[in-house]
């Protein structure tokens, strides 16, 4: 699936999710905790240091309550040992400083796949995360000058 190249390229991603509907801190991070477990358990990565970074996830919002219009802001970082910064919102800002940083590359990755991967909760997401590729291609194709532009 193209959007792989998109969760595993070597590069910082940016994922911002706008709630439509109030969800509570605990509601959102178990369910996406429960889809990321399955994503890395069916690729045989998950270990005691996973489940470490999952209790912590779902520890961050225990106590958050996310109305309609509220964001919740992730940074997947895959330098070093990789991070998970995660950050709210409740204006539609981006805020200067992070909520909270989790050290664990597989689990940023997983986090990132249950967003906009083949069974992502966003189809809106997956639709452009699949195009996103190809679109920057495109951009440096002409910017390379291959004859094309």
């Known amino acids: 699936m193209k959007c792989f190249r998109l969760i595993l390229g070597p590069f910082e991603k940016f994922i911002r999710v706008t709630l439509i509907l109030t969800l509570t801190g605990q509601e959102y991070s178990e369910k996406v905790m429960e889809n990321s477990v399955a994503i890395l358990k069916s690729a045989g990565n998950y270990s005691d240091a996973e489940a470490k970074a999952v209790e912590k996830f779902i520890e ?8 309609p219009g509220s964001s919740i ?13 995660i950050g709210f919102s409740k204006d539609g800002s981006i805020p200067e400083i992070v909520n909270a940083v989790i050290e664990n590359k597989l689990l940023g990755e997983a986090v990132l796949e249950s967003i906009i991967g083949e069974h992502g ?17 495109d951009g440096e194709d002409k910017l390379i000058g291959n004859g094309n532009a």
Do not use: Q, W
């Not at 961050?60 to 109305?67: A, I, S, T």
């Not at 802001?73 to 910064?85: A, E, H, I, M, R």
């Open 60 to 67: 961050v919002f225990k106590d958050e309550n996310h109305p």
């Open 73 to 85: 802001l992730f940074t997947v970082s895959p330098y070093g040992d990789g991070t998970l910064n």
């Open 121 to 137: 909760v966003s189809p809106a997401a997956r639709s452009l995360a699949e195009r996103l590729p190809e679109l920057l291609k």
